[in-house]
């Protein structure tokens, strides 16, 4: 579950945000930067970022806030999971990143795989669309919706991209050290469940 501090400066953010969207009273837009200064010293308090990295990447949005988008694909091949080990942390995740502006979630996760790890992929399936706040990620400032899609391989070859610097299919009982922050362990045990069972139903959680 999230640290209190940290669910506390999400939900501030998010109500300056979309209070400073809507309001146009001076004495309300006011109001609602100094919330938004708030949610930023908490961060700044609880956290190692400086106050003007926080700015940047947590309270610079406009608009009425929202969740963010993170799709990843899942592509079997020979009962074997695609991985892609990632250059900022030197671990292992399914491909994907965050959704793009102008494409579905499908053609995300066909992207990612080609710029990821070199093989061209078509859409099978969604499996699941998980809130990253239940499932043990590191704490972070975002609140995030996971999208997997189950894809299929029909081209390409194996090749590392410009954000990771390996590229194999790993076995259900032999994973390699994981990316906590793309993906944990039961997240992969549960695509693995979809593997073995095809009639399994789409998971929202």
């Known amino acids: 579950m999230e640290l209190k501090w940290l669910e506390w400066a999400k939900q501030i953010q998010a109500i300056a945000q979309t ?6 009273d001076v004495y309300d837009i006011e109001r609602y930067e100094i919330l938004r200064e708030l949610s930023i010293d908490i961060l700044a308090n609880y956290s190692i970022t400086s106050d003007e990295k ?6 610079s949005d406009t608009g009425y806030a929202t969740p963010k988008v993170d799709i990843r694909a899942v ?6 999971l695609l991985l892609v ?5 030197g671990a292992w995740s399914l491909p994907g990143g965050w959704a793009d502006i102008g494409l579905s979630p499908t053609e995300v996760a066909v992207k990612e795989v080609r710029e990821e790890s070199g093989y061209t992929v078509r859409p099978v399936r969604l499996l699941a669309v998980l809130d990253k706040k239940f499932h043990n990620h590191p704490p972070e400032p975002y609140h995030i919706y996971k999208i997997f899609i189950q894809c299929e391989i029909i081209g390409g070859d194996a090749q590392i991209g410009l954000e990771t610097s390996a590229v194999d299919f790993f076995e259900e009982h032999n994973l390699p050290e994981l990316s906590a922050e793309r993906n944990t362990l039961k997240q992969l045990q549960l695509m693995f469940e979809y593997l073995h069972n095809p009639n399994k139903e789409v998971i929202v959680d």
């Not at 926080?54 to 309270?59: E, G, H, M, S, W």
């Not at 592509?75 to 074997?80: N, S």
């Open 75 to 80: 592509v079997f091949q020979q009962g074997k």
């Open 54 to 59: 926080i700015k940047l990447t947590f309270a």
């Open 85 to 89: 080990r990632e250059k900022m942390d």
């Open 19 to 24: 209070g400073l969207t809507y309001a146009k």
